[in-house]
């Protein structure tokens, strides 16, 4: 039986598509784990959703038993991380369950900005860092080239770097070799009191709350009685098991391992993820220092299109709110578009990922108002309002400040695009920290507002270059700014629905472009209608639907015509006039849907 001393932890990290997934596959092939014809390729990617797009969005664990050289046992317990910067939560908690990090760099791609990220996250929890190169089976391959970015741009040395192909099994023997020698044990003592990290959790329909628990110290046990420190809750442990990938009951997990316990909990409200659990006997003076919370950074609104859809799209929203816990939501009604919810994202892909689950498992049809993030509103009297949707700013008159959130971000591109990078940045009021270059490729840092970013940053970023920057950012601070709510009036009513926060040097551009998308979008009346964009009382730009013109003069000729004209233009001017009056403007859903692209135009 392995001792603590033959276990080793580790996580795999690296930039969106480098192959983590596969080499994980590759792992696992190699120890057994799953027989051949129950392999497939990604096997630890379990949505549907990450499979099509190819990439991981939640963290998996995995334990294999592996035979060394020298004859002896080992317990590997991997994890495989998310690459995207909307799912880097998932990546840090993931890193705090282990000692050390397999950080794999694609030989065609080079360093790329969230292969920084990640590897910055391991390097400041101390974790010994093995450095792969991937992918060399391709003819762009360029191991020197790699070696030497990684060590200009990340300062790890590279001269016992692993060589491999995820796709032919090149190299993984080398890999498991170094993660035996290189990787440090698990600090624990089996015969402390129980001390465990709560990793992660999720909603399963035939077993309730699954825990995902890393053993400091001590041991868990079937049948022990447990406490969680956070809420002094205590339950009985009904489960234990490892995923080896397949979940796999046993009768204990001593310390240093890595499993899951199933303990009749039914609310995944009371796991909280960071928590310390311990024996209910013998409870523990000091918890364990956990995880900051996660935050949405991107708010944004989610209406069913049909209105008596509005009771799926709310059993939808819970559903998925069990599996994924840095998502939020709250009920929220708008006179334009009906009953709907305010929902809190870590990022424009999180959004676009929980809005496609939406429609493709509970079959609802959505539309989604323009993402926005959290502002902070000092009123003049002192207090503080943090505001998610722009229609409930207070009245200008009351505010002090207004301040945005701000972000830090690197940006890795080959060095033809920088012109236009730069550009960019600066179009999004960006300030410019550092330059450095490493080969042909440049690595900017560059403060900006994250309201400039949140809408279309990245596709433009891609598309001005080729898809070959890369991009990733962390929130820095809160900061003044000088913003106002550019609200949109349809024949003088305005319309909550398409209200935003803007910078006041971009408000008339804006505010000029939505009217004249509405102008195209909401179909004529019979009477004319007035389209604004105001701030505040002050009417900034102006479009008008004419109306129907329904000629009244055919009929009219001989004597006396002109004057019978004139009554008849009058009588259709004061009917027009009174239509005006009580006629109210269907707005269309196209025209909400149109005003949310034009910032991606």
């Given at each position: 039986?392995p001792?603590?001393d033959?276990?080793r932890n580790?996580?795999?990290i690296a930039?969106?598509d480098?192959g983590k997934?596969?080499?994980?596959?590759?792992?696992i092939h190699k120890?057994?784990g799953l027989t051949?014809?129950?392999m497939?390729?990604q096997?630890?990617?379990?949505?549907?959703?990450?499979?099509?797009?190819g990439i991981?969005i939640?963290a998996q664990t995995?334990?294999?038993?592996?035979?060394?050289?020298?004859?002896?046992?080992?317990i590997l317990?991997?994890?495989?991380?998310?690459?995207?910067v909307?799912f880097?939560?998932?990546?840090?908690?993931?890193?705090?369950?282990?000692?050390?990090?397999?950080?794999i760099?694609?030989?065609t791609?080079?360093v790329e900005a969230?292969?920084?990220?990640n590897?910055?996250q391991?390097?400041?929890?101390n974790?010994?860092?093995?450095?792969?190169?991937?992918?060399?089976?391709?003819p762009?391959?360029d191991?020197e080239?790699?070696?030497?970015?990684?060590e200009d741009v990340i300062?790890?040395?590279?001269?016992?770097?692993?060589?491999c192909?995820g796709k032919t099994g090149e190299?993984?023997?080398?890999?498991?070799?170094?993660?035996?020698?290189?990787l440090p044990?698990?600090n624990?003592?089996k015969n402390n009191?129980?001390?465990?990290?709560?990793?992660?959790s999720w909603y399963d329909s035939?077993?309730g709350?699954?825990i995902l628990v890393r053993?400091?110290?001590?041991?868990?046990t079937?049948?022990m009685?447990?406490?969680?420190?956070?809420?002094n809750?205590?339950y009985i442990?009904e489960?234990?098991?490892?995923?080896?990938?397949?979940?796999?009951?046993i009768?204990?997990?001593?310390?240093g391992?890595?499993g899951?316990?199933?303990?009749g909990?039914?609310?995944l409200?009371?796991?909280?993820?960071?928590?310390t659990?311990c024996?209910?006997?013998?409870?523990?003076m000091?918890?364990l220092p956990g995880?900051?919370?996660s935050k949405?950074?991107?708010?944004c609104?989610?209406?069913?299109?049909?209105?008596s859809?509005?009771?799926?799209l709310?059993?939808?929203?819970?559903?998925?709110?069990?599996?994924?816990?840095?998502?939020s939501?709250e009920?929220?009604?708008?006179s334009a578009l009906?009953l709907?919810?305010r929902c809190?994202?870590?990022g424009l892909?999180h959004l676009?990922i929980?809005?496609?689950?939406?429609?493709r498992?509970?079959?609802?049809?959505?539309?989604?108002?323009?993402p926005g993030v959290?502002?902070?509103?000092?009123?003049?009297?002192?207090e503080l309002?943090?505001?998610q949707?722009?229609s409930?700013?207070p009245?200008p008159?009351?505010i002090?400040i207004?301040e945005?959130p701000w972000i830090?971000?690197?940006?890795?591109?080959?060095?033809?695009?920088?012109g236009?990078i730069?550009?960019?940045?600066?179009?999004?009021?960006g300030?410019q920290?550092?330059l450095?270059?490493s080969g042909n490729?440049a690595v900017l840092?560059?403060?900006?507002?994250?309201?400039?970013?949140v809408f279309?940053f990245?596709?433009r970023?891609k598309s001005?270059t080729s898809g070959?920057?890369?991009?990733d950012?962390?929130?820095?601070?809160?900061r003044?700014?000088?913003?106002?709510k550019l609200?949109i009036l349809?024949n003088s009513?305005?319309?909550?629905?398409l209200?935003?926060m803007?910078?006041?040097?971009?408000?008339?551009?804006?505010g000029?472009?939505?009217?004249?998308?509405?102008k195209d979008l909401?179909?004529k009346?019979?009477f004319?209608?007035?389209?604004?964009?105001?701030?505040?009382?002050?009417?900034?730009a102006?479009?008008?639907i004419?109306?129907?013109?329904?000629d009244v003069?055919?009929?009219?000729h001989g004597?006396?015509?002109?004057d019978?004209k004139?009554?008849l233009?009058?009588?259709?001017?004061?009917?027009k006039s009174?239509?005006?009056?009580?006629g109210?403007?269907?707005?269309?859903?196209?025209?909400?849907?149109?005003?949310l692209?034009?910032?991606?135009?």
């Amino acid at each position: 039986m392995p001792t603590i001393d033959n276990i080793r932890n580790f996580a795999i990290i690296a930039h969106i598509d480098h192959g983590k997934s596969t080499i994980a596959d590759r792992i696992i092939h190699k120890c057994g784990g799953l027989t051949e014809r129950e392999m497939k390729a990604q096997v630890l990617d379990s949505m549907d959703i990450e499979r099509e797009r190819g990439i991981t969005i939640k963290a998996q664990t995995v334990k294999l038993n592996f035979k060394s050289k020298d004859g002896k046992d080992y317990i590997l317990n991997i994890i495989d991380t998310p690459g995207h910067v909307d799912f880097s939560y998932e990546v840090s908690r993931s890193l705090y369950a282990c000692e050390g990090s397999i950080l794999i760099v694609d030989s065609t791609q080079g360093v790329e900005a969230q292969t920084l990220a990640n590897v910055y996250q391991a390097i400041d929890i101390n974790h010994e860092i093995i450095p792969v190169l991937n992918k060399i089976d391709l003819p762009a391959s360029d191991i020197e080239k790699t070696k030497k970015q990684i060590e200009d741009v990340i300062g790890i040395d590279t001269s016992n770097a692993v060589s491999c192909s995820g796709k032919t099994g090149e190299g993984i023997d080398e890999i498991l070799e170094q993660i035996i020698e290189k990787l440090p044990p698990p600090n624990g003592q089996k015969n402390n009191d129980l001390k465990c990290l709560l990793v992660d959790s999720w909603y399963d329909s035939y077993l309730g709350v699954v825990i995902l628990v890393r053993v400091i110290d001590g041991q868990i046990t079937k049948n022990m009685k447990i406490k969680m420190m956070s809420n002094n809750e205590e339950y009985i442990v009904e489960k234990v098991g490892t995923f080896t990938p397949k979940p796999k009951d046993i009768n204990l997990l001593k310390s240093g391992e890595i499993g899951f316990i199933i303990t009749g909990i039914k609310n995944l409200s009371d796991t909280k993820v960071g928590d310390t659990i311990c024996d209910a006997s013998k409870p523990l003076m000091n918890a364990l220092p956990g995880f900051k919370p996660s935050k949405p950074v991107v708010f944004c609104g989610l209406f069913p299109v049909d209105s008596s859809e509005y009771q799926k799209l709310k059993d939808g929203l819970a559903k998925l709110k069990l599996n994924d816990s840095s998502f939020s939501y709250e009920a929220e009604s708008s006179s334009a578009l009906g009953l709907g919810f305010r929902c809190g994202f870590l990022g424009l892909l999180h959004l676009e990922i929980i809005t496609e689950r939406l429609e493709r498992e509970f079959d609802i049809n959505l539309l989604t108002t323009t993402p926005g993030v959290v502002y902070k509103v000092h009123l003049n009297k002192g207090e503080l309002i943090e505001l998610q949707n722009p229609s409930s700013l207070p009245d200008p008159t009351y505010i002090k400040i207004i301040e945005e959130p701000w972000i830090r971000s690197t940006i890795i591109t080959p060095d033809e695009y920088l012109g236009s990078i730069i550009k960019l940045c600066q179009d999004k009021r960006g300030i410019q920290t550092n330059l450095s270059y490493s080969g042909n490729r440049a690595v900017l840092n560059y403060e900006l507002p994250l309201n400039e970013v949140v809408f279309d940053f990245n596709d433009r970023l891609k598309s001005m270059t080729s898809g070959y920057a890369s991009f990733d950012y962390d929130i820095i601070e809160h900061r003044e700014g000088d913003l106002v709510k550019l609200g949109i009036l349809v024949n003088s009513e305005s319309v909550d629905a398409l209200s935003m926060m803007v910078h006041k040097s971009f408000a008339q551009t804006i505010g000029r472009e939505v009217c004249e998308k509405l102008k195209d979008l909401i179909p004529k009346q019979n009477f004319m209608i007035p389209i604004q964009a105001a701030i505040g009382g002050k009417i900034i730009a102006r479009e008008t639907i004419k109306g129907f013109k329904k000629d009244v003069l055919t009929k009219i000729h001989g004597g006396g015509a002109r004057d019978r004209k004139r009554k008849l233009l009058d009588k259709q001017k004061k009917g027009k006039s009174r239509s005006k009056q009580f006629g109210k403007v269907e707005i269309p859903q196209e025209a909400f849907i149109g005003v949310l692209k034009i910032k991606k135009e």
